[in-house]
């Protein structure tokens, strides 16, 4: 196990209602906010008047920005900091999923420097200096109400990028489960990869001693594959939201991958995927995360072997691990096609004619290599999205 720090300053606020306490929190960091958040969901469900109210009891002032979409765009970031910067706001509040969070904390970043922010994303400066974020939980899939991600994508280039930061970690996030219970299938389906993806990306680590960790993950990833069924087949089942919406924030708070080293090589690919095509990060890592482990799992047959008997029941075969691996990789393969998700390219409608073009952004033009379990240059990543075709 390596050396680590951990800490994580997000209080999380966790169960029915809890979003009447959105104003009484907001006061405690800030009086005049930007309220940020995607579009009609919000207001037809009648959150944003709750929230609103909430704000207004508690005596905090705020400017809306709404119409964030999936994979959120560089260009509503500019518009919430020159927001923030022309009202001399103190404090960016999310209502709504991953997309509306990342977002905002494009924005509390943008805000507190003269740089364009963009820059932080292309790794040409760190950020000194944010707003502070807090959250109303929608829909449990990024983890990034408690994480130091962000994501954001630039309509020039059709570029998806990321930019992880201490400064950005929410203060506050409130998680009510039944905020996600009208959730279209589809949704569902795809917070269940992503939240997937993000414990498989810890899991398949080279770092040896591990085995608390390990378990954690395992036990993670078990409670998603057990509850994205119940809440598909009954989006009313508060309990079983319940343990999908806390897992989904676990995920991802930097917790689980204490001690080790993670990989992310299928998020930093999957990124060129939906940064061109603009489709659903969770499908899209439902589509990258088989083909980077038929790739990969040469690197240590035994981790693939011991994560598809743990986490898949798989049967172990003692003199193939191989085979018990692929069976593992069979098996959640066969887990996504219930949840209504692809895991090929083809499924999402997308050919192999922009393979070398993907390749080739995700590795700066092979400047670059993805990934720790196995670092992968421009040849490889094209040979995972060759794969996945």
Known sequence: ???????????????????????????????KVLLHFGGRSVKASGLLDRVTASLRAAGVEWVELGGVVPNPRLSLVHEGVALCKAHG?????????????????????????????????????????ALPVA??????????????????????????????????????????????????????ACGAADILAH???????????????????????KTIIAQAPLVLAKPTDYAAWSEFMWAGTIAHNNLLNTGRVGDWASHDIEHELSGIYDV???????????????????????????????????????FHPETTAREGIRRMEAFFHSLG???????????????DEMAAKGTDGNQRTVGNFIRLDQQAVRQVLQLAV
């Open 1 to 31: 196990m390596d050396n680590f720090d951990f800490r994580n300053p997000t209080k999380i606020i966790f169960g029915r209602g809890t979003e009447a306490r959105v104003g009484a929190e907001t006061a405690l960091h800030a009086r």
């Open 89 to 129: 706001l103190g404090l960016v509040l999310a209502v709504g999923g991953g997309s509306v969070i990342d977002s905002a904390k494009a924005i509390a970043m943008g805000a507190k420097t003269d740089r364009d922010v963009w820059d932080f994303y292309l790794g040409k400066a760190e950020p000194q200096a």
């Open 135 to 188: 959250t109303v939980l929608t829909i449990p899939a990024a983890g990034s109400e408690s994480s130091t991600g962000t994501v954001i994508t630039n309509e020039e280039g059709l570029l998806k990028r990321a930019v992880n930061s201490e400064l950005i970690y929410p203060v506050f996030s409130i998680l009510n489960p039944e905020l996600a219970f009208t959730l279209p299938p589809f949704q569902i």
């Open 199 to 221: 414990l498989m990306e810890r899991y398949f680590t080279t770092v040896t001693d591990v085995a608390f960790m390990d378990r954690m993950l395992e036990a993670t990833m």
């Open 280 to 318: 659903a990060h969770g499908a899209g890592l439902a589509v990258v995360f088989p083909a980077w482990m038929k790739f990969a799992m040469h690197r240590d047959v035994a981790r693939f072997a011991q994560w598809a008997v743990r986490v898949w029941n798989v049967e172990m075969d003692y």
């Open 341 to 355: 998700l692809g895991t090929r390219l083809a499924d999402l409608g997308i050919g192999g004619d922009r393979l």
